[in-house]
């Protein structure tokens, strides 16, 4: 069992090279067969000449020996008997290249034949030209066994020819077939081979690669770790690890960003809790000056506006500590203008007089957010506008409307200020980019809203021209019909 586990335990390096050196083995072997089969084709097709020698050979015997029985020519006899060595010495290279290729048997039979055909001829040409009827009777009868054993010489010289001929056509077959068999074995390893390497090692990168893409949209979702003990399962949990740590550096920036964006609204939240305490602190001391009056419908009255105070100080100080904390990101039907009211409360503050903030967002507009994450969206790109107005009056105004043909809603955050250079356009959303002065600026505020706004599966794109103001436009999709209770935010 353990051996046909074995080859799934291996690398991927260790199983490219086993496929490597089984295919070389296989070339190799596939050469040394095809070759083999080639040198025996060689010798046949010189055997197979030999054997057409000894043919033609035999034919020139049989020739010599017609015109000697017909004419009783000596010169014909002596041609003849020529021929006969000749095929002699052409049968003994026949017979010791027969040796190596082990040859039909028929070449033993062919050396008796033409001894006997030899023997015959001698026994013809010894008979005297003066015969009786006796030595004719002989002669006719040798005559007739020289004409036997010429026509064995000429079958069995054919037979060689045409066997060695069959041979060769048997050997070009099996290397056919052999080269066929093994081109669809190579195609078979080759299938495989893609097989394995698509699995092993393409898909995977192919799965890298988009969540590369998906990591620079702000999902930090880890890869599922595959039980393959190779390369791949270390590349795999290495990339999760770097996912990991990426995703705490990014929530840390996040919370940088959080802390230099209080820092910036501090001024203006302290402004804010003047406000209530002032009041507060005057209502007091009236009802201290009123006290031994004692009246007690003024008295409720003062008491009640300390009340409000209160509940004002406190919404202020709630909402910095919602901005604040840290949360995991859920997303939840939310009415989206308490979200951006809230924003601009804390905003508002910042904004040196003579700019007027705006907002046209309807009541009834619900969609998927993560509150606190989408509030900060709002915060820098208010925080943003109110930076970019240098010349008073100005305006920032942020709309929002659905787009029931597109399935979105649509959220507008324009300003009247300086605007933005057009080679700054392509990298304003580049983390630590900023066209701010040095001190008055992180470059993650914008960086971190796209990370948001993609986490939400939404867009942001900027528009501006110099000296004309700035255009942030949000798309985010709208939730399905039917869903649950919107969350209400505290005032």
């Known amino acids: 069992m353990t051996g046909w586990l074995l080859p799934f335990s291996l690398n991927i390096r260790q199983k490219v090279i086993v496929g490597l050196v089984v295919s070389i083995m296989a070339v190799v072997a596939i050469a040394a ?24 050979t035999t034919l020139e015997i049989r020739r010599y020996e017609k ?24 049968l003994d290279n ?26 015959t001829v001698d026994k013809i040409a010894s008979l005297s030209e003066v015969m009786d009827q006796a030595d004719r009777k002989k002669r006719e009868a040798l005559e007739e066994k020289l004409r036997e054993h010429g ?19 048997e050997i070009l077959r099996t290397l056919k077939t052999q080269l066929l068999y093994s081109l669809s074995i190579f195609l078979v390893f080759g299938v ?4 394995i390497v698509s699995r092993k090692v393409i898909k995977p990168l192919e799965v890298i690669e988009k969540t590369t893409l998906r990591i620079a949209q702000g999902n930090f979702r880890p890869l599922p770790v595959l039980n393959t003990r190779d390369e791949t399962q270390q590349v795999v949990t290495a990339f999760n690890r770097m996912i990991a740590e990426l995703e705490k550096r990014q929530n840390q920036l996040v919370q940088i960003k959080k802390m230099s964006s209080l820092g910036v609204l501090t001024a203006g939240i302290a402004h804010q809790l003047n406000n209530p305490l002032n009041n507060i602190s005057t209502s007091c001391q009236i009802v201290l000056e009123e006290l031994d009056i004692c009246n007690h419908e003024f008295m409720h009255k003062m008491l009640t506006n300390v009340i409000q105070e209160v509940h004002r100080a406190r919404d202020i100080v709630k909402g910095l500590l919602e901005f604040s904390r840290v949360r995991d990101f859920s997303l939840n039907p939310t009415v989206l203008r308490d979200v951006i009211a809230r ?62 043909a597109r399935q979105q809603a649509m959220i507008t955050v324009e300003d009247t200020g300086v605007g933005i250079p057009p080679e700054a356009l392509d990298k304003i959303f580049d983390p630590f980019f900023t066209t701010k002065e040095v001190g008055l600026g992180t470059g993650l505020g914008l960086s ?21 103001g700035t255009r942030f436009t949000i798309s985010l ?15």
Do not use: C
């Open 67 to 90: 015109n000697y029985l017909l004419y009783g020519s000596s010169a014909d006899l002596r041609e003849n008997l020529q021929y006969l060595q000749a095929a002699q010495r052409v």
């Open 94 to 119: 026949l017979v010791f290249e027969g040796q190596k290729l082990k040859l039909l048997p028929q070449f033993d039979l062919m050396k008796k034949a033409l001894g006997a055909y030899k023997e």
């Open 151 to 169: 026509k064995i010489l000429v079958e069995l010289s054919s037979q060689v020819v045409v066997y060695e001929r069959q041979r060769i056509l």
């Open 33 to 56: 067969i095809s070759y083999y089969y080639l040198h025996q084709i060689e010798l046949k097709q010189h055997v197979v000449e030999i054997a057409d020698d000894l043919s033609n």
């Open 477 to 491: 999709p709208l939730p399905p019909k039917s869903k649950p209770e919107p969350e209400v935010l505290a005032a």
């Open 192 to 195: 495989f081979l893609t097989f």
């Open 343 to 404: 924003a601009v409360r804390l905003v508002a503050s910042q904004a040196p007089p003579g700019v007027e903030i705006i907002q046209q967002v309807p009541d009834d507009l619900i969609l998927d957010l993560d509150v606190q994450r989408m509030q900060e969206v709002f915060i820098n790109l208010l925080l943003n506008a109110t930076q970019a107005i240098e010349e008073l009056p100005g305006q920032i105004k942020i709309a929002a409307w659905a787009d029931e």
């Open 448 to 468: 971190i809203a796209y990370g948001i706004v993609e986490k939400h599966r939404g867009t942001i794109t900027v528009e501006s021209k110099p000296g004309e």
